[in-house]
């Protein structure tokens, strides 16, 4: 099992900081399967935040639930750029949320090849009014949990930070 202590910090201040913007977050999983909605729910005050969570593991769930085209798959792979993207745009257009977030990965143990390495993890993030947005993340063959935990780290990093520069004390411990 996953210590999800570590990112409690990070998850109570995206959870505090976008209750005060009013924003609400929808997520767009795949190799984490619904962990970060599970981190952000554990937080109190989180129904003022989370619009609703996509757990797209397989292709024709990203497809049928996000809108992510199946020749996008097909063409570039589930774990990309595009369909991270494609997915947190999805996400965003069948939500009433203000921000989406996506990930899209190889958590192992199994599954990689020279391309897309275990380890290695697409995200999208999406938000009303501007361009959607990809960052990569190569953690390396560290073991499924500490891949899907690390997932999970970036992501509420990166919800945190729009909001100002992350403290030292609103780091994660992972």
């Avoid at 210590?3 to 976008?18: G, Q, S």
């Avoid at 589930?78 to 965003?92: D, N």
Wanted: with cysteine; net charge negative; charged share 20%.
């Amino acid at each position: 099992m996953t210590d999800l202590a570590p990112l409690e910090n990070l998850a109570t201040r995206v959870i505090r900081d976008f209750s005060g913007a009013g924003w609400m977050l929808a997520t767009a999983e795949s190799c984490t399967g619904g962990l970060i909605a599970g981190v952000l729910t554990e937080i109190p005050g989180s129904s003022a935040v989370i619009e609703r969570g996509f757990v797209t593991y397989s292709n024709e769930a990203k497809t049928e639930m996000l809108g992510v085209p199946s020749d996008l798959i097909a063409s570039d792979g589930a774990v990309s750029p595009r369909v991270a993207i494609a997915m947190a745009e999805g996400a965003l257009a069948r939500s009433r949320a203000d921000v989406a977030v996506s990930v899209t990965g190889v958590a192992g143990p199994g599954g990689g090849s020279p391309d897309k390495p275990v380890g290695l993890v697409h995200f999208g993030f999406a938000r009303r009014g501007f361009a959607a947005r990809h960052l990569e993340k190569r953690f390396g063959d560290i073991g499924r949990d500490k891949v899907r935990l690390a997932t999970v780290g970036v992501v509420l990093q990166e919800l945190a930070g729009l909001f100002g520069p992350i403290l030292p004390n609103d780091e994660a411990g992972y």
